[in-house]
Each structure stands twice: as C-alpha cells, then as structure tokens.
C-alpha cells in the first residue's frame, strides 16, 4: 500500500519535508552568527493551497465557468460564491529567503540574532513534533481500520 495515495499521509509528507529543511536553513543561521556580511534566512511558510495544489487533479481548473479541483471535489457552483483561485506553488510552498535581516545588524553587516533564532528552531521543533505525533496517530488508525473484525 501506497501512503502518498492518500491526500492525509502526503500532505504530512510535504509538512515534515519543509520543516526538516527550515531546520537546517535555520542551523545555517545559527552556525554563521559570527560570519561578517551575513545575513539569515529563512523558508517561505508551509501554505495550505501549495499543498492542495499537490494533491492528485492538482490545481483549481475552469470548465464551463464553474471552478472546480478534482482532488478536493471543491466546486464554485454559483455566482454568488466567492471565486476558486488558482495558486500555483513550488514544492510544498518552500523557498528560501535572502537577505532577511532580523532586528540587529553588527557593524561587520553579521544581522544574525542568535536569541531569535533559538526561538524559530524551537518552534520548527515544535511544529515538527507535532507533525510527527499526527502521522502516527493516523497510522495508528488507518491500522486499527485494515484489522479484522473482534481482533
């Protein structure tokens, strides 16, 4: 059995996937505090319509003038709902951002804070735990779901 076959499991994938690499953007950081001219960076956040966009029938389509995805079923079916947008994405809504200066700059150009980015890879952790405890416990279920009845 395939997990990436089901929208809950990839999307899981994709959230670990960033978090995994926003830890080690973050640790980059934290290992040139003291580099002159460096600047930190950071990843773009993990965005729900990226996601959504990954998922099998991908983004949303136009047919006939009703929006629809053929991944979520979501459909705009009349005027007066509020229109389906297409987003698109890079892979799991990560891209690195240059140049971010966070609150102080040292006179050799070194804008690395070290408390704030303490404070960002822990919540990175955070998140990441989080994550993980998720995908287990979906697991867990779909597991109890396949056993055989009174086993």
Do not use: C, W
């Amino acid at each position: 059995m395939n997990l990436d076959a089901i929208p809950l499991f990839a999307m899981l994938k994709g959230r670990l996937g960033y978090l995994g690499d926003r830890e080690k953007v973050l640790s980059e950081n934290i290992a040139n505090a003291s580099t002159p001219g460096y600047a930190p960076r950071d990843l773009k956040a993990f965005g729900f319509q990226a996601a959504m966009d990954q998922q099998p029938g991908g983004p949303t389509v136009m047919a006939n003038g009703v929006a629809s995805t053929a991944a979520t079923g979501m459909t705009q079916t009349q005027a007066q709902h509020m229109p389906m947008v297409s987003r698109r994405s890079s892979a799991h809504g990560a891209k690195v951002l240059n140049g971010q200066n966070d609150s102080e700059t040292t006179l050799d150009g070194n804008a690395v804070v070290l408390e704030e980015q303490m404070v960002k890879m822990t919540e990175a952790r955070m998140d990441y735990d989080a994550a993980i405890t998720f995908y287990q416990r979906s697991l867990g279920l779909l597991r109890t779901a396949a056993k055989a009845p009174g086993k």
